[in-house]
């Protein structure tokens, strides 16, 4: 005679709820293995192509206008051409925002100025060009003071400073938003006041933060 045993409800519940475990732990394995090899993958590719930060120097300033329109405001004008350097073999740049300003011993002479978002390709140059315009710019006290230091040596340092954030392009993989900040110094002959326009063609090359 066949012994036939019945299962109560009770021994089928537990059976499935075992098996409901199981299949979390195999999902949350796959789920886990999936997204390490990810993260894997773009730490490889990193780590191979390693983006080495754009370079820049300053070719050009023409400074037009330099004039006190008060004790502590200053009308200036300045043009100015950057090149800028994507040294990467295989990495692209996106810039999606570049400001620029110029200041003079720590005051700023010009307010920010924006230039358009644009794409560099991989060891591909560009030159950047903008005006730099202050109307009634806010200026410290001594500025005339310094400006007629400045006189006595026949010469001043302007300092152009860029702020922005840029993307780095590896094939179709587009990295978060970064930080960088470029400044540039550059020495200009001063004469009497009013002397601009003043000419700066020396060159200087500019130092990059990421």
């Given amino acids: 005679m066949s ?3 019945e299962k109560s409800p009770k021994h089928c519940a537990n059976k499935d709820t075992i098996n409901f475990h199981k299949f979390n732990k195999k999902l949350w394995f796959y789920l886990s293995t999936l997204l390490l090899s ?12 390693h983006p080495t930060k754009p370079q820049f120097s ?6 037009n206008q330099l004039n006190l329109a ?30 620029l ?25 560009n030159l950047l060009s903008a ?15 310094e400006v007629q230091r400045d006189q006595g040596t026949g010469r001043m340092a302007l300092s152009f400073k860029v702020m922005g954030r840029l993307r780095w392009k590896v094939g179709t993989w587009v990295s978060g ?12 002959p001063l004469g009497n ?16 933060t990421i």
């Fill in 70 to 99: 008060g004790p502590s405001l200053l009308n200036s004008s300045i043009q100015l051409t950057i090149l800028s350097i994507n040294p990467n073999k295989k990495v692209g740049i996106y810039y999606d925002e570049f400001l």
């Fill in 131 to 145: 005006w730099l315009i202050g109307n009634q710019q806010p200026v410290a006290p001594s500025f005339a003071y």
């Fill in 193 to 208: 006041i009013p002397s601009p326009p003043l000419r700066s063609k020396q060159g200087s090359q500019c130092s990059t």
């Fill in 101 to 125: 300003y110029a200041s003079y011993k720590g005051q700023k002479i010009t307010p920010e100025t924006s230039i358009s978002p644009f794409y560099q390709e991989h060891e591909e140059s």
């Fill in 58 to 63: 300053l070719k050009e300033a023409d400074l």
């Fill in 177 to 188: 938003r970064y930080r960088f900040v470029v400044n540039c110094i550059t020495i200009m």
């Fill in 38 to 49: 990810i993260l894997s993958f773009i730490f490889l590719v990193w780590f191979i192509l």
């Fill in 3 to 5: 012994k036939f045993t």
